[in-house]
């Protein structure tokens, strides 16, 4: 059993920066592969990014490529997600995930592939 805890959300205006962190514990860190979700009001939750279990391979959506980066630290058990430029269409509660089985990142966006979730982190960017 893997419990997930973010933190690191809060109030940004647009063009600032936040960064998240997840921190994982009950299991090793390092087994599975991680991702964020993020869910807007009235919206599904939307894939972000993921990362690979090593750290050699990591899958952005488009709407955040090249402003944010998905990394983690597996001696520390922690996932990161780093944001930059933000926009107030980023404005979401964002989530952590695991996934205990290995999948194509391509694949990341499908919430059925994981079977931990923390429990959000708000994040609020005003124009």
């Known amino acids: 059993q893997v419990q997930l805890a973010e933190s690191g959300g809060g109030s940004s205006q647009t063009g600032g920066s936040l960064r998240l962190s997840c921190v994982a514990s009950g299991a090793t860190h390092s087994n599975y592969v991680m991702a964020w979700f993020r869910q807007a009001p009235g919206k599904e939750r939307e894939g972000v990014a993921a990362i690979s279990t090593q750290s050699t391979a990591t899958y952005h959506a488009a709407s955040v490529k090249g402003r944010f980066t998905i990394s983690r630290d597996n001696a520390k058990n922690t996932l990161y997600l780093q944001m930059i430029s933000l926009k107030p269409e980023d404005t979401a509660i964002y989530y952590c995930?695991?996934?205990?089985?290995?999948?194509?990142?391509?694949?990341?966006?499908?919430?059925?592939?994981?079977?931990?979730w923390g429990q959000g982190t708000q994040v609020t960017v005003s124009s």
């Open positions: 995930a695991a996934a205990t089985r290995p999948f194509s990142l391509l694949e990341f966006a499908n919430t059925n592939l994981y079977a931990y």
